[in-house]
C-alpha cells in the first residue's frame, strides 16, 4: 500500500455515523442479520461516546473515506481482575482488503487493552470464514471452546 493509502486509524467520532452505518450494514449482510434503526443510532451512540466506558469504535480511513470499522465491548471478568474486551465487529469494505486494514484495526484493539489495563481481547468467527481466519491464526490464538447461545 503506497504511503498515500496507508489507513488511519482512529477512534469514532460523531462524524463518522454515515460511513459508519455503511461498514456495519455490509457487515450484518456478511453475516445475512439486519439490525433496527434504533440498534443502529444507539449503538453509534454508545460507540462513538468518549464517556461511555462499555463500548468503543475505531475506524480505519483512507483519503477521508471509511474502508474499515471494529466495534468493541469492554466488560468484567469473573475469573480476572481487570476487565476483559470483546471485539465484536470488524469489517474491511471489500476494496481494501488485504492491504493489512484489519491487522492495523485489531492492533488498535490490543494498544487500547494494554493502555487501560485490559486483561484480553477476545473475538469470533465463522468456522467458514477462512479469509479472516488467515488473519486471526497469525495475530490470534484459537481457543477450544464453542458458543451457545438462546
Known amino acids: 500500500m503506497s504511503e498515500s493509502k496507508m489507513p488511519v486509524i482512529r477512534p469514532l467520532t460523531l462524524a463518522d455515523q454515515e460511513q459508519w452505518q455503511g461498514l456495519w450494514r455490509e457487515y450484518l449482510g456478511f453475516y445475512q442479520s439486519e439490525v433496527g434503526e434504533d440498534v443502529f443510532a444507539q449503538t453509534f ?39 476483559v474486551v470483546y471485539l465484536q465487529d470488524l469489517y474491511v469494505s471489500a476494496s481494501a482488503r488485504k492491504l493489512g486494514v484489519g491487522q492495523a484495526l485489531i492492533e488498535a484493539v490490543y494498544d487500547y487493552a494494554d493502555q487501560h489495563n485490559k486483561a484480553n481481547v477476545y473475538w469470533m468467527t465463522r468456522t467458514s470464514n477462512e479469509t479472516a ?7 490470534g490464538m484459537q481457543t477450544d471452546f464453542i458458543k451457545y447461545q438462546r
Not at 461511555?52 to 481482575?81: P, Q, R, S, T
Not at 481466519?133 to 495475530?139: Q, T, W
Open 133 to 139: 481466519r488467515s488473519l486471526y491464526d497469525r495475530i
Open 45 to 83: 451512540k454508545k460507540l462513538s461516546q468518549a464517556s461511555y466506558e462499555a463500548m468503543f469504535g475505531f475506524v480505519a480511513e483512507v483519503g477521508g473515506k471509511l474502508v474499515g470499522i471494529v466495534n468493541c465491548i469492554n466488560h468484567d471478568h469473573g475469573w480476572k481482575l481487570e476487565q
